[in-house]
């Protein structure tokens, strides 16, 4: 007997099926508004008080700020940048410009006057929201080409006046405190954010409303970032950086308390700021700890209510880690990319780990961790060939998912990193059979001596483990003789000392000797890109010729 399968009906694939609602950040804002009204966003002022609300004052104040925004003409498309350090009105930018359906483009305050202009052009914003102690920056920048059809917004008390720009405060003043939000389509355009340009011009990845949210829930999950209501949670990574790690929208989804640093980020500041909010959980790059782990030493000081140091943004150093972890401090290490909206993985402990040696799960949880849901991933060798998952054979990592940007925001051009579906993140990497992935450099910071590869992470590494170093930086210099030589550019903490011979001698404790620096060159600080990252593109024009070629 013939059977005919029943054939499927295209019109009628909805029915019986379940909503098909746009996934929005308004999901985001109206559930943070229906059940965690009552808990509170802290927020450091520039002259160093600090504002209080509560999530249902915020979202009064975002209703005013969308009616506002529209009263100055921003359609639904348009860009409106930010300018601002992490505080409650930057949070307010964040949803509603996006829930209007315009894009927040989230411009990093630390570019020089010449790339602050470029962005602003690049994105062509309509509307520019600066705070008040970030006015003299912007007008550094209009001094090099002025934008007179741009909209300026103050936020905040200014010392030097903006011609022409209004105050945001006096915007907001009589606005309705709701809003009607129109529906929109969740792959529109929510946020716009440029790479921080070790090489070359930045470049632009817009964040839809979908992989917003799909990525709130992605990074927030209990072996991600694993943020609950009751936590209290402090980014001191910038809200001009990828999203601040995506905290914006995380924080506010699951209502925990907010403390927003502003602009005050030296270590006394943030270490008051960790005592007297009781926070639980803080995000940033490891520089910030460093300066914080010193300060706690100095006075011998514990914060017993921290739970969790979330680092990332550049490989954590174990002695940080070690360091941390002696003052009850753990730290999850986090690895992401601005393509990726950004959180790629958290390393936490896995079943099979948890009855390990201590040795065995610190080696696991210094490595960058495990993948998110939403990412899939290949790591391939030279040939194109996928690595070995022993945790030692490395290769250039390719990711994929509903996070991650396709293409960059108006380039064109067809480049090589996005490929079959995956993008290229340029990191070289191992990943090993629990699936901890751990880098081992960027492709371009390896060095390569007489054809050999050498990490600059791991030498750095080696390096910021001597107790008289704060932090260290390895590039590769042209050499005569073996093509390529590994230098490293060292700063010392505050009181300590130590000669390059002596730091030859450790360094060759820990690692092959054919990998030992050439030459050790001390300096006060090493430079640093906005974000706080070594600008290793500044060291290797500045030593390009130390090893002689
Ligand atoms: P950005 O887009 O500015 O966030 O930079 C992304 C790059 O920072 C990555 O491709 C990595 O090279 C580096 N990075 C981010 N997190 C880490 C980490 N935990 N360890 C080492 N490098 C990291």
């Not at 929005?24 to 804002?29: A, E, G, L, Q």
């Not at 700020?65 to 639904?76: D, K």
């Not at 906005?530 to 290797?540: D, N, S």
């Amino acid at each position: 007997m013939q059977t005919t399968r029943p054939r499927l009906d295209p019109s009628a694939a909805s029915a019986g099926t379940m909503m098909d609602v746009p996934l929005t950040i308004r999901w985001i804002f109206e559930h943070n508004q229906r059940s965690h009204g009552m808990r509170e966003v802290v927020s450091r002022e520039d002259d160093g008080s600090l504002f209080r609300y509560t999530y249902a004052d915020f979202g009064a104040r975002v209703a005013q700020l969308a009616s506002a925004l529209v009263e100055m003409g921003i359609r639904p498309g348009d860009r409106v940048a930010s300018f601002g350090w992490n505080t409650h009105r930057h949070l307010e930018l964040y949803f509603a410009v996006p829930m209007i359906g315009a894009i927040l483009h989230t411009a990093n305050i630390r570019l020089f006057p010449e790339q602050v202009c470029w962005v602003f052009e690049h994105a062509d914003d309509k509307a520019i929201f600066v705070d008040g102690s970030l006015v003299p920056a912007v007008a550094r920048a209009l001094a090099v080409r002025p934008a007179s059809s741009r909209q300026f917004v103050v936020m905040g008390a200014s010392q030097v006046e903006l011609p022409g720009a209004l105050d945001y405060e006096a915007q907001l003043a009589g606005q309705p405190s709701e809003f009607e939000w129109p529906e929109l389509d969740e792959r529109s355009g929510a946020i716009l954010c440029y790479t921080s340009a070790t090489t070359g011009d930045p470049k632009g990845v817009v964040f839809t409303h979908r992989s917003t949210l799909l990525h709130a829930f992605a990074a927030g999950m209990a072996d991600g970032l694993g943020l609950t209501q009751r936590d209290v949670v402090m980014p001191v990574v910038p809200m001009f950086h990828v999203n601040a790690w995506g905290i914006p929208f995380l924080v506010p989804m699951v209502g925990a308390k907010l403390v927003l640093p502003g602009a005050k980020l030296d270590p006394a500041s943030l270490i008051d700021l960790l005592e007297r909010e009781t926070v639980t959980v803080s995000l940033g790059v490891p520089t910030v700890w460093l300066a914080v782990r010193d300060e706690m030493e100095r006075r011998d000081l514990r914060l017993p209510a921290l739970k969790r140091l979330v680092i990332g943004g550049s490989a954590v150093p174990p002695s940080l880690f070690d360091d941390l972890e002696k003052r009850g401090v753990r730290t999850m290490h986090a690895w992401g990319m601005t393509e990726m909206s950004p959180i790629g993985t958290a390393s936490q402990l896995t079943a099979d780990l948890e009855s390990a040696s201590w040795d065995v799960q610190r080696a696991a949880l210094l490595k960058q961790g495990r993948f998110t849901p939403l990412v899939a991933w290949k790591i391939l060798d030279d040939n194109g060939e996928p690595v070995p998952h022993d945790g030692k054979t490395a290769g250039v990592l390719w990711v994929r998912g509903p996070a991650v940007t396709r293409s960059y925001y108006r380039l064109d051009e067809d480049l090589p990193v996005f490929k079959d579906g995956y993008f290229m993140t340029g990191d070289v990497c191992t990943i090993d059979r629990l699936g901890y992935l751990q880098l081992v450099d960027r492709t371009k910071d390896l060095v390569k001596s007489g054809g050999e590869w050498i990490s600059s992470v791991d030498l750095e590494n080696a390096i910021m483990g001597h107790p008289a170093v704060r932090e260290a930086a390895v590039i590769g210099v042209a050499h005569p003789k073996w093509v390529e030589r590994p230098i490293a550019v060292v700063a010392l903490r505050e009181g300590q000392s130590v000669d390059e011979p002596s730091l030859r001698a450790w360094i060759g404790e820990r690692v092959v000797k054919w990998q030992i620096p050439d030459r050790i060159v001390f300096v006060d600080a090493i430079p640093r890109t906005g974000v706080g990252k070594f600008l290793k593109r500044e060291l290797r024009e500045r030593y390009k010729d130390l090893l002689g070629v």
